[in-house]
């Protein structure tokens, strides 16, 4: 089999610049990377958008996702070319299950109280309180940096948490998993609940939610891990 190349999917409130300390050094590492774009409209019409990406890439795709974005490779993941799924730090829902559900299983976290709702053409759109987002999303990051990404947020409809999920494809495909342990926007015991359900390889970081910042070799390791598993 050829060397796959690897998705990298965004989460809510970020774009794939999140993914900035990830992808030079895949790329030093000759692994092919499409960082995409994700609209943050609707799960399954964000899975539907990513799955058209995924169709242009020839060859096996290693997807991998943070946050929201593990929701959204989940249901596009069920993609022919895809072989293995990442999850970084996120909600990984089953089939028919909605992210509010998912995450209503615990207790909220700290993002409950931070989201800021906007009325825009078509629904409401949901940001991080500003000064609420470096406590909230990135503890651990460079302060500078999360200053910067704190108004630079990439907004997510409210109506994205309570779509249900229209397939799961960590049934039929393997995965991986990095728990960030000291994670104030995604209860670390949703992130654990939902890696055991889907029988994910997971590992535990003590981390902030932008673990792909603060711990960038953490995640790359374990994207090389499943590039290899793949190659093989």
């Not at 909605?98 to 615990?106: I, K, N, V, Y």
């Not at 409809?157 to 998993?177: C, D």
Request: overall charge negative.
């Amino acid at each position: 089999m050829s060397q796959p190349t690897v998705v990298l999917v965004h989460g809510a409130f970020a774009d794939a610049s999140s993914f900035g300390e990830v992808v030079p050094r895949l790329l030093d590492d000759q692994i092919a990377v499409v960082a995409s774009a994700v609209p943050n409209r609707s799960l399954n019409g964000d899975a539907a958008y990513l799955r058209a990406v995924l169709a242009s890439i020839p060859g096996p795709v290693v997807l991998v996702g943070h946050s929201y974005g593990c929701a959204v490779a989940t249901v596009a993941g069920t993609a022919d070319n895809v072989s293995s799924l990442v999850y970084l730090a996120g909600f990984v829902p089953d089939q028919g299950e909605s992210l509010g559900e998912l995450a209503g299983r615990f207790a909220d976290s700290e993002l409950a109280t931070a989201l800021v709702p906007t009325p825009v053409p078509g629904g409401v759109d949901l940001t991080v309180a500003v000064d609420r987002f470096p406590a909230v999303f990135a503890a651990d990051v460079d302060a500078g940096v999360a200053r910067t990404l704190a108004v630079t947020q990439r907004p997510l409809s409210a109506a994205a948490f309570e779509e249900k999920a229209e397939a799961a494809a960590w049934h039929t495909k393997p995965a991986w998993g990095v728990v960030a342990t000291a994670d104030h926007t995604i209860n670390p015991e949703v992130q654990r609940f939902a890696y055991q359900r889907a029988n994910v390889a997971a590992l535990e970081v003590e981390s902030s939610h932008l673990l792909m910042l603060s711990q960038p070799t953490v995640a790359v390791e374990l994207i090389k891990k499943a590039v290899l598993a793949v190659s093989d």
